[in-house]
């Protein structure tokens, strides 16, 4: 079996199960939700908490898009990533590997056709999370008055690298996959990883000047790098090293995380006997 139809059954095998457009719409309602409220605070309300001698830091006006969109990625990424894992683990758990296998045996083609499926589905993933991030963005921008930016060029740059950043993560979701079999495992790290270590991480980082050159190579960090703009370095503390990296330098570190998973993966879990 070649490339092309080691992909077509991918994507059959995904498409016949539900998981993929219940994440889908989970990401949808949490980034409208995130985007909608920060848009509220920052656009709407920001000026006048900011005159009564509210808290709420005051954004600039021409960086507030650009934070409200990349929401899609900077608090998104987490569901491509879960979902490259679940589709990998999910063929260590139920043994589907095996009639796979026996079907194609270059181990390599049937890895190599889950990076481009769920590379596609991670653009998907990135897609829907700008609709849901740029639609009530833009809307509550425009209605307090705020330039909601999406006339100026650099923000469609900036909406296309997230859906890359997207399909890279859930690239790296597969390499997680086959690194760790057990789907429970692999769950329960990608949670604990994307939700408690990396955020505490950057927060120390973003603190301790020694820290931050070391902050900025972290996954989610280099994700943001990639995209432009993120919540997470906008309110970060400023130090020596606190800058982002450029978003070509993110990108090829987030790269670099997608293929040491990969790589690791197959040269471990993947090549195993499976039966």
Known sequence: M?????????FSKILTVRLWWVLLIVLAGYVAF???ILALAFGGLGDQLGAGGGDVPQIPDAALPP???SIASSVGYVFPVLFGTLATTAEFRH???????????????VLAAKFVTLAVFGGLYGIVALVASVGPGASILAATGRDTGLGDSDTWLLLARVVLVMAIWAIIGVGLGALIPSQVAAIVIVLAFTQFVEPILRLVSSFV?????IGQYLPGAAGDALVGSSIFSSFS??????AMLEWWQGGLVLLAYAIAAGAIGYLTSWRRDVT
């Open 67 to 69: 934070i409200i969109y």
């Open 95 to 109: 043994q589907t590997l095996t009639p796979t296998f026996l079907a194609t045996p270059r181990r390599g083609v």
């Open 209 to 213: 000047d020694w820290a931050a050159g």
């Open 2 to 10: 070649n490339i092309v139809a080691a992909v077509r059954a991918e």
């Open 34 to 36: 995130t985007a909608g």
């Open 237 to 242: 503390a400023p130090s020596a090293g606190a």
